[in-house]
Nanobody, 123 residues
Framework: QVQLVESGGGLVQAGGSLRLSCAGSGRTFSGNAMGWFRQAPGKDREFVSSISWNGRTTYYVDSVKGRFTISRDNAKTTVYLQMNGLKPEDTAVYYC????????????????WGQGTQVTVSS
């Protein structure tokens, strides 16, 4: 069982930065791939980024490549999403997800999900 709690969201001006954190509980955290998703009002949930259990493999949606960086600290059972150069279209609720299978994360079929944190980017 893995429980996930996101934090770090907020209101920021376009061009600004935020770092989201997703703290996981449970002894199996380090064995899970992790991912970040977002959902804007009226839109479907969208994959943003994922990272393998050991941090060696990462994926990003094209719209955030070069601006967002995913990382993890297994000792702290936390995964991060550093978001730079934020744009108004990045406004959404951001969720983290965990699963033993990195591919399932990318497909949006993670076993465990957090409750989300709001990110609002003003123009």
């Amino acid at each position: 069982q893995v429980q996930l709690v996101e934090s770090g969201g907020g209101l920021v001006q376009a061009g600004g930065s935020l770092r989201l954190s997703c703290a996981g509980s449970g002894r199996t955290f380090s064995g899970n791939a992790m991912g970040w998703f977002r959902q804007a009002p009226g839109k479907d949930r969208e994959f943003v980024s994922s990272i393998s259990w050991n941090g060696r493999t990462t994926y990003y949606v094209d719209s955030v490549k070069g601006r967002f960086t995913i990382s993890r600290d297994n000792a702290k059972t936390t995964v991060y999403l550093q978001m730079n150069g934020l744009k108004p279209e990045d406004t959404a609720v951001y969720y983290c997800a965990a699963d033993a299978d990195l591919l399932r994360i990318g497909q949006g079929r993670g076993r465990y999900w957090g409750q989300g944190t709001q990110v609002t980017v003003s123009s």
